[in-house]
């Protein structure tokens, strides 16, 4: 895609992030990008498409970034503080707004849930094999069920940033990284 | 509230659960519930009271419902299959679909998004007693962060929530509750 069109993708995400989706009109994303609406449409068939190349816009950028902060990652104490930093990006660049305000908007949407639905599935994935990496060699390896453990963890981290995007759970985010660190200090001391 | 109170929000729950919250006028909600729209006026003064009432309604009920099922389990074995077959009806009585309808919804009205928090704030404090009382006199009972696990479960049902109602992961939450049945046979064999 051209760098117009990267420059479409960046304002839908921050006028999803700032105004919400119900708010984000062809007008409010031409607007905050600093372009003519028609440049949506030059790039896009409609509002529906864009959504939906947003949606893997954040999530293809994301999970780059999770990949290189995470590749060569062993140690939980480590892995834990890696994802602590990824999620204060994610929540600053208002990835977790605009994501939220995606998933709850796919409910009215097919193709937008068929493309919540891809991405879910990509994440899972990556969630597996962090785990698989981190649960290696240790004594409860063959009791942890890892593509369950990687739903779950997906779930959580999207739940979390409802009630986030709420503001239903406000400092609770921080908290839940001291208390995973506290227990990944006790994980990394275990060795079979 | 009157027995008429009651039929409008029950059915204000089934027209969520079966039409979204976009469709979910008064004149629908009425239609479901087989009485006339001016009924609902009666009981609130408009849809957004309706809906915080909803919310509070299916909050209340499946409260006492999971408060009365596992009243008096200690064993993590009977509590998954507790846990399991209220999962079972929380899905088959329409509440998963209504609750994400409301929950996606509290994004774009403050007060439902108030009644949102209130009750995560209630369901939190619920998932933490039911957790000290898995963890009293494990081994593990001193590393285990009640208060954050507890909110991880709770972000962590309403993300599979969210995932289920949009089909994003859908035969997950029964092998989710196979994986934990599994875990918890374990941890009822632990004692201190």
Redesign the interface.
Known sequence: MRETGQRVLRAAVRTLSQL???KSTARAIAATGGFAPGVIYYHFADLDDLFVATARFISEQRMARYQAETAGVTEAVEMIASLRSLYVEDEAEGHISAI??L??????SPRL?DS??EE??RWVDFAEAVIRRMIADKPFED?I?A???A??F???????E??S?????RT?PD??F???A??AA?IDLLHT
């Open positions: 919400g989706y119900r939220q305000e998933v709850a908007a796919a409910v009215t849930a919540v639905r879910t599935a009791l069920p593509p369950e453990v739903s779950a997906v779930a959580t981290y999207l739940g979390l409802m009630l995007h709420l503001h239903a759970d609770r908290q839940m001291d208390a995973a506290r227990l006790i």
